[in-house]
């Protein structure tokens, strides 16, 4: 399955930026959508995940409260609003499909975005 995100850029902090994912219908909307993060020299990390139906979200401690996640089946596309950034939020931005079509489980990617870049300036 290949995923295509977009929406990346520069944003100085305190700014906000919408990333895209999307991705073949068939095999994207019985599946929970997730969005993981690496920046230079680190880990990737999980950032936000969406269930299959889009009623639960998930999301890593230190994004909470500022970013969304959502997703429209119908267009097969997942989102993710960011606002309020910070520069400790620079890092390339992925999208993965989880194996599964819950959060409420770790969303294990099995297919994964190119990832797009977000910059954010101090």
């Known amino acids: 399955v290949q995923l295509q995100a977009s929406g990346g850029g520069v944003v100085q902090a305190g700014g906000s930026l919408r990333l895209s994912c999307t991705g073949p219908g068939r095999t994207f909307n019985n599946f929970a959508m997730g969005w993981f993060r690496q920046a230079p020299g680190k880990e990737r990390e999980f950032v936000a995940a969406?269930?299959?139906?889009?009623?639960?979200?998930k999301y890593l401690d230190s994004v909470r409260g500022r970013f969304a996640v959502s997703r429209d089946n119908a267009k097969n596309s997942v989102y993710l609003q960011m606002n309020s950034l910070k520069p400790e939020d620079t890092a390339v931005y992925f999208c993965?499909?989880?194996?599964?079509?819950?959060?409420?489980?770790?969303?294990?990617?099995?297919?994964w975005g190119q990832g797009t870049q977000v910059t954010v300036s101090s």
């Open positions: 969406i269930a299959w139906s889009g009623t639960m979200t």
């Open positions: 993965a499909r989880c194996n599964h079509p819950y959060v409420s489980t770790p969303c294990i990617g099995d297919s």
